[in-house]
């Protein structure tokens, strides 16, 4: 868990869209391996949001419920800490397996709880040539919305991508996690545009001031 995760509203780096859900999920938080990362869901109104880009939940599901917390805030914290407690879950699973450790009970433990919530509303449609995640209208819970991102970590951390997720290199603290689809396996960054592109530039720049390196 990150206690001191500050709070901001920043911008998604490209070529994370392609990712599965529970990488971008626990990439809501950046610069994780400094000593202040970076919140970027900073209120239940912000994760209500970022589910409906990410295309889980239907608007009209999710305007309900942001309705309903507007006059019911209460409700909305509960979810919004149990959502980032889930996270947080995920993302201490996937690195001690990453690292070969076994997980902690009670974050597992936490995991689990949610993975087997019951989820009434959550169901598969057909929509636009696609099948994609929706709720069934007025039987929507809250727990329905951390279905698909469940679905995805427990795949993730059993299913054929499980030994190919990494953590960003960046030397600046990055900390995203990526799922790492290179044949030769042995991309380090979370996205060449970024990270990558800065670390290429700096041993570029280290190159012709030591020629010797
Ligand atoms: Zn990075």
């Known amino acids: 868990m990150c206690p001191d995760i500050r709070r901001t509203r920043g911008k998604a780096k490209r070529g994370l869209e392609t990712e599965p859900h529970a990488i971008r999920f626990v990439n809501t938080v950046a610069w994780r391996l400094r000593a202040s990362p970076e919140e970027r869901l900073s209120s239940p109104e912000a994760l209500l949001e970022w589910l409906g880009t990410n295309g889980i939940g239907y608007k009209t599901a999710l305007e309900e419920l942001s309705e309903a917390w507007r006059s019911r805030p209460a409700e909305g914290a509960v979810f919004y800490e149990m959502a980032i407690r889930f996270r947080e879950a995920i993302y201490d699973i996937l690195i001690a397996k990453m690292r070969g450790n076994e997980p902690l009970q009670p974050t597992l433990g936490l995991f689990n709880e949610l993975l087997t919530s019951p989820r009434p509303g959550l169901r598969l449609e057909w929509d636009r040539n696609a099948l994609v995640w929706s709720m069934r209208h007025g039987r929507a819970s809250p727990l329905d919305l951390l279905g698909p991102i469940a679905f995805s970590a427990s795949e993730l951390m059993t299913g054929s991508k499980a030994g190919k997720v990494r953590q960003c290199e960046d030397d600046r603290g990055c900390g995203w996690l990526f799922v790492d689809e290179s044949r030769s396996q042995r991309r380090r960054w979370c996205s060449m545009g970024d990270c ?11 190159r012709v001031r030591s020629p010797f390196l």
């Open 196 to 206: 990558g592109n800065r670390a290429k530039a700096r041993r570029h720049y280290q």
